[in-house]
């Protein structure tokens, strides 16, 4: 029993090991459906503020698709008006642009994307989770 044991503890940590790997940041690995959980603007936390973000936009889902469609859907508490949204998305090196919108890749993971660009003269960072 110890034999098969141990090669099973093997084989278990080296798919392990695999599945890190396919967390390299790339247009296929980022591939995948997202919801926003923060948004900073010049290092203030605004995404639950009012003033930035109705309630309504704070449910909703940004697809990477493949193909390079991207697609926001307005879920959960409807905001009105059309949905799906269907544009364009990008990957070239750490660069990420979705309809025409450019941001940076500061942190990639299998289960996160942050994202920094420009706003307003300052900084945005943006953290989408993996759904």
Known sequence: MKKLFLPAILIFALASCKKEDSCTLSATSIEGTYKVTSVKLNGTEVFNNSAFFDA???DDTYTLAANNVAV????????????????TWTLSGNTLTIAGEASTVT??????????????GGSEVITYVRQ
């Open 56 to 58: 309504c936009e704070r």
């Open 72 to 87: 926001y859907t307005d879920a959960g508490v409807s905001c009105g008006g059309s949905s799906p949204l269907v544009d």
């Open 107 to 120: 942190s990639f993971g299998c289960t996160q994307v942050v994202t920094t660009s420009s706003f307003g």
